[in-house]
């Protein structure tokens, strides 16, 4: 069965930019129709869906982030990204990876998740 | 602010039955199917229902899960100790285009 790991920095500078991926096992990112997504829970409080990417390159990306994030799919490697330009204290949060089982006009459909990775901002 | 609304909090005692709501409007839950996530604590969440009521391989049939309209609920039957968790519900809002969480609701097995 498909598992998903999330890997990368867990100390990043504010102003810079978090950069995390995701290595999925267990199966193909290109097989099925599937998208690739992220979402992130801040210490203490709900979650917050970041975006997603399909294996074309298609993305859907949360307004409210959409100007900073970039996702992107590598096929070869079977894993999938997140960058987040500018960031600052306010994200601070566990970062996780999930498997979007959604279509193109629908989504919220998260299986599996991988365990998380806690980004802190500081200097 | 969640664009779901849920109860913060809901309880009951063993072998209880609970329901956990979540609140939406015509662009998502009245649109579009709703997922539930129970949260564990320290843990990573996990699917419990989909497209409404649908339970994946392994979730005990304690779980089940209706919409109605721009609503949609969770319910806990038989409730054990080891349900206390954090539940989310999720769907896709059509006016974003982006899926949407609820606010979270606290699961306490009294």
């Known amino acids: 069965q498909v598992q998903l790991q999330e890997s990368g920095p867990g100390l990043v500078k504010p102003s810079q930019t978090l950069s995390l991926t995701c290595t999925v096992s267990g199966g193909s990112i290109s097989s099925g129709s599937y998208y690739w997504g992220w979402i992130r829970q801040p210490a203490g409080k709900g979650l917050e869906w970041i975006g997603r990417?399909?294996?074309?390159?298609?993305?859907n990306y949360n307004p409210s982030l959409k100007s900073r994030v970039t996702m992107s799919v590598d096929t070869f490697k079977n894993q999938f990204s997140l960058k987040l330009n500018s960031v600052t204290a306010a994200d601070t949060a566990v970062y996780y990876c999930v498997r979007d089982i959604g279509s193109r006009w629908s989504g919220g459909w998260f299986d599996p998740w991988g365990q998380g990775t806690l980004v802190t901002v500081s200097s | 602010q969640s664009v779901l609304t849920q109860p913060p909090s809901a309880s009951g005692t063993p072998g209880q039955r609970v329901t956990i709501s979540c609140s939406g409007s015509i662009s998502n839950i009245g649109s579009n199917y709703v997922c539930w996530y129970q949260q564990l604590p320290g843990t990573a969440p996990k699917l419990v229902i989909s497209?409404?009521?649908q339970r994946p391989s392994g979730v005990p049939d304690r779980f089940s899960g209706s919409k109605s309209g721009t609503s949609a609920s969770l319910a806990i039957s038989g409730l054990r100790s080891e349900d206390e968790a954090d539940y989310y519900c999720a769907t896709w809002d059509d006016s974003l285009s982006g899926a949407v969480f609820g606010g979270g609701t606290k699961l306490t097995v009294l």
């Open positions: 497209r409404n009521d």
């Open positions: 990417v399909y294996t074309s390159g298609t993305t």
